[in-house]
């Protein structure tokens, strides 16, 4: 079964730091480009960060960027979101997904179930 679980979310206050993780799982992880997106309450989900399947080029959001890290473990099958200086605008639910670098207009894109983050004091 494809799937990918997130973990490390939390509440956490302004200027504090989280890891995020995503571990995934029944797919070749390694053909696979890997981003995170989030969505905070009554907005749309918007995209975060992105990383190549080999990890070699990273992007990020212009809100996120100096703040926030995107890697990948291919080994491990688990890509991670570093976040430091979070803010309270970060507050969102953050959500793993995966696009094959090859057939990702074919093959449909996985999502994991979201990790909740809270940045309050």
């Known amino acids: 079964q494809v799937q990918l679980v997130e973990s490390g979310g939390g509440l956490v206050q302004p200027g504090g730091s989280l890891k995020l993780s995503c571990l995934a799982s029944?797919?070749?992880?390694?053909?696979?480009?890997m981003s995170w997106h989030r969505q905070a309450p009554g907005k749309e989900r918007e995209w975060v960060a992105a990383?190549?399947?080999?990890?070699?080029?990273?992007n990020y959001a212009d809100s996120v960027k100096g703040r926030f890290t995107i890697s990948r473990d291919n080994a491990r099958r688990s890509v991670y979101l570093q976040m430091n200086s979070l803010k309270p605008e970060d507050t969102a639910v953050y959500y793993c997904?995966?696009?094959?670098?090859?057939?990702?207009?074919?093959?449909?894109?996985?999502w994991g179930q979201g990790t909740p983050v809270t940045v309050s004091p």
């Open positions: 029944g797919l070749d992880f390694s053909m696979y480009t």
């Open positions: 990383i190549e399947s080999d990890g070699g080029s990273t």
């Open positions: 997904n995966a696009k094959h670098r090859v057939y990702g207009g074919i093959l449909p894109e996985i």
